[in-house]
């Protein structure tokens, strides 16, 4: 299985809109709403900040938020905060009844 | 709230065979709630996902890894453990356990522990 295609750097100013797109086929991200979104800080474990493509889990911030179309998710922050500066991950269930991720995006807030 | 700890070598020789045990508090690994497995992400890259199991008898395998990769669980220990043989320096990596369900969202990270191949 080929890893989803993420861009591997993305930068914003505090406030402002980013989203992180993620590229997979039909046989995973386009094939089932079964797409997740993971924060990890250097050293840190990841954290899972959306599944099912745009639930958010408890304790997420609201500024967090997931879409699907077609063969393609994206991960939108809004009201960037220098918090935010982590790399991010994107995750689909596969039609192998497997799991396959992307290969991470750096967000970097200016 | 489900709290993974990841133990085991942190060096193995290349050939030899990777070991290591994650154990569960807060739940279950017989629970029909979760799916108990293995992700690894190599110094400076991204994650990779190696497999998992499912009520301790249902395994799924990344089907790169598929040759060499074991996935088990002991429910008297509430552990599961990861076996991946013939190791490179390619399998040096962090690898964390962690708890899924069904495959669509990760929730419960271990730690994550360094395992380094050496030559």
């Known amino acids: 299985q080929s890893a989803l295609t993420q861009p591997a750097s993305v930068s914003g100013s505090p406030g402002q809109s980013i989203t992180i797109s993620c590229s997979g086929t039909s046989s995973d991200v386009g094939g089932y709403n079964y797409v997740s979104w993971y924060q990890q800080y250097p050293g840190k474990a990841p954290k899972l900040m959306i599944y099912d493509v745009s639930v958010r889990p408890s304790g997420v911030s609201d500024r967090f938020s997931g879409s699907k179309s077609g063969n393609t998710a994206s991960l939108t922050i809004s009201g960037l905060q220098a918090e935010d500066e982590a790399d991010y991950y994107c995750?689909?269930?596969?039609?192998?009844?497997?799991?396959?991720f992307g290969g991470g995006t750096k967000l970097t807030v200016l | 709230q489900l709290q993974l700890q990841e133990s085991g070598p942190g060096l193995v020789k290349a050939s030899e065979t990777l070991s290591l045990t994650c154990t569960v508090s807060?739940?279950?690994?017989?629970?029909?709630?979760?799916?108990w497995g293995w992700i690894r992400q190599p110094p400076g890259k991204g994650l990779e996902w190696i497999g998992s199991?499912?009520?301790?008898?249902?395994?799924y395998y990344n089907p790169s890894l598929k040759s060499r990769v074991t996935i088990s669980a002991d429910s008297s220990k509430n552990q599961f453990s990861l076996n991946l043989s013939s190791v490179t320096a390619a399998d040096t990596a962090v690898y964390y356990c962690a708890s899924d369900t069904a495959m669509t969202r990760t929730e419960y990270w271990g730690q994550g522990t360094l395992v380094t191949v050496s030559s």
């Open positions: 199991v499912y009520y301790t008898v249902s395994t």
């Open positions: 995750g689909s269930y596969t039609r192998s009844n497997t799991v396959v």
């Open positions: 807060g739940g279950s690994i017989s629970s029909s709630s979760y799916f």
